[in-house]
C-alpha cells in the first residue's frame, strides 16, 4: 500500500507540472491576444477620447455630439464618464479601454479574457494536484508559493471583472508577469513535491501562508494600478501643458482610465488588502510561538513582514493627507510592493533565518 501511495503522489506531481506547462501555453495565446486588442482596435473612438482630454485640460467640458439617424430622429452621444480629482487636479474622462471602445476590439478582449479563465483554471488544477502529491497546504516551498501566488492574481482580476469592474485594461500587463513568474518558477525555483520539517506540520501553514499569498497578489494589482497612474499622469500633464505626445504613447494612454480614477483604483485596493496583511503578521507571530516558542525572534522574514507593513501603513497615511495625495504617493506605494518582493525572493535566497529550512 505504501508502494502504491508513493506512486499515486508521484503521478499526481507529474501531473501538477503538466498542467502548470499547459497553463503557460494558455496564458501565452491570452498574451497574444490582448496584444491584438490593443494593435488592432479602432482608433476612432479613441481620438474622440483625445478631443476630450484636450477640451478638458484646457478647462472647457467635452461637447456632447449630436448625431442623426436614417429616419431623422436626433440622438445624444452618452457623455464621456468623468472621474472626480482631488482638489487643485485635473478632472478628465476615462478613456474607452484596451478595445478603444469598438466591437472589433471587443471581440479580441473577450476571446483574451476567455483564454485568461481557462489558463487560471488549468493553473489552478495543478495547484491542486500539487497538494495532493504532497497531502499538504501546496505552498511550503518557493516554487510552490510562486505558482500559487500567480493562480490568485489572476484570479483576483477575474473576480474584479466579474463584478463588472472596468479593468480589462490590466489584462496584458498581468498575463505578462503571470507568465515571467511561472517562467522563474519552473525553471529556477521548481522543488520536487516532498514532505515538510515537523515545525511546518501546522493547520497555520494553511491560515497563515494563504492569507500571505492573497495579500500580495492584491497588493500586485494596487501596484499595477500605481505604475499606470504615474504613466497616465505624465501624459495628462503633457496635454496639460499644451505638448502633443507620440503616436504610440497618445494610442496607449488615451485607452486608460484617467489618472484620478487610476488613483483611486490603486488605493482602494491597497487600503481594502491592509487590514488582511496585518492579519497576516499576527497569526505569523502566533505560530512562532507554537513551533519555536518566541512569538517574535528579529527574524529577517519577520524583520521584511514588518517593514512591509509599516510601508503601506505610511502609503495609507500619506494617501489620506492633504499634499501627498498622486505621485508622492504612488512612489511609496510602489516602494511597500517593492519590500514585498524583495521579502519574497531577497530574504529567501540571499539571507538565512529559521523561515530558509523550507529550500526554494
Known sequence: MTLLAAATNESLADLSNKLVYA????????FFAHITEWVFGSRSKVGRTAAA???????AAPAVQVRTKGGGTAVLD???VVTRSAAGSRD?????GAAGGTEKGDLY???AVSLTVLGFLIEAAGVVSRAMSVERAPWGNMYEFSVTFSTVAVGAYLALLALKKNVRWLGLILITTVLLDLGIATTWLYTA??????ALHSYWLWIHVSTAIFCGAVFYIGAAGAVLYLFRDSYEAHLEAGRTPGCFRSSVMERLPSAASLDKFSYRINAAVFPLWTFTIVAGAIWAGDAWGRYWGWDPKE????V???????????RATAGWKGRKAAYLALFAFACWIWNYYGVNILLSGKHSYAGV
Request: hydrophobic share 45%; proline share 9%.
Open 53 to 59: 482630454l484636450t477640451t478638458a485640460a484646457a478647462g
Open 23 to 30: 497553463s503557460m501555453a494558455v496564458y501565452t495565446l491570452a
Open 109 to 111: 478582449g473577450r476571446i
Open 308 to 318: 512591509t507593513w509599516v510601508a503601506y501603513a505610511c502609503y495609507l497615511h500619506a
Open 303 to 306: 524583520v521584511w513582514s514588518f
Open 92 to 96: 478628465v474622462p476615462d478613456g474607452p
Open 78 to 80: 452618452k457623455p464621456q
Open 193 to 198: 513535491s516532498d514532505q515538510l520539517v515537523p
